[in-house]
């Protein structure tokens, strides 16, 4: 190992996983693009953030998961799907994903719904729901609280 680069490497991963929560594929993809140390080197970093508790994937999850669902208005689905694109497994997602209080969370949904209805331009009420199911969808939305949500606001 060169223990400078090795050294120089870690104090650059420390501080990072210092400012913002990170995940493993995050400080790996960094480490990798930073070529200062080797990929065993790499893999000692990780550990060793992981020991220090600089990285927690459980921790990750949940801070992820608050954060896309109060600022950017995700759904579950949407939530679990980018967190297994970051390589985290289902047990740290399910972890995540339970912090979402149900109740606040359905309110969300049909503030959200609501809100894009007022939006939408369409001609009958059958384009209107295809418009609001896309929508729902592309945030992430389980369907069994949107379909009785779109009946809800079109009747």
């Known amino acids: 190992m060169n223990s400078e680069n090795y050294n120089t490497a870690l104090n ?5 996983c210092s400012k913002s929560e990170k995940c493993i594929s995050d400080i790996e993809n960094k ?7 080797s990929d065993e080197e790499n893999k000692a970093i990780i550990r060793t953030l992981k020991e220090e508790k600089f990285i927690d994937e459980k921790r990750y999850a949940r801070s992820y998961t608050m954060d896309k669902y109060r ?8 939530i679990r799907a980018m967190l297994r694109a970051r390589g985290l497994n289902e047990e740290d997602i399910a ?15 049909e503030e959200e719904m609501r809100n894009k209805k007022r939006s939408v331009k ?24 949107v379909y009785g949500l779109i009946d809800r606001l079109t009747s």
């Open 71 to 78: 600022f950017n208005k995700w759904g579950k689905i949407k």
């Open 95 to 109: 972890y995540g994903t339970e912090a979402i209080d149900d109740d606040s969370y359905l309110q969300m949904i």
């Open 12 to 16: 650059r991963a420390m501080a990072l």
């Open 31 to 37: 480490l990798r693009s930073w070529k200062l140390s």
């Open 122 to 145: 369409a001609a009958g009420i059958f384009e209107l729901k295809g418009k609001l199911f896309r929508f729902a969808s592309s945030r992430g939305y389980e369907k069994e609280h």
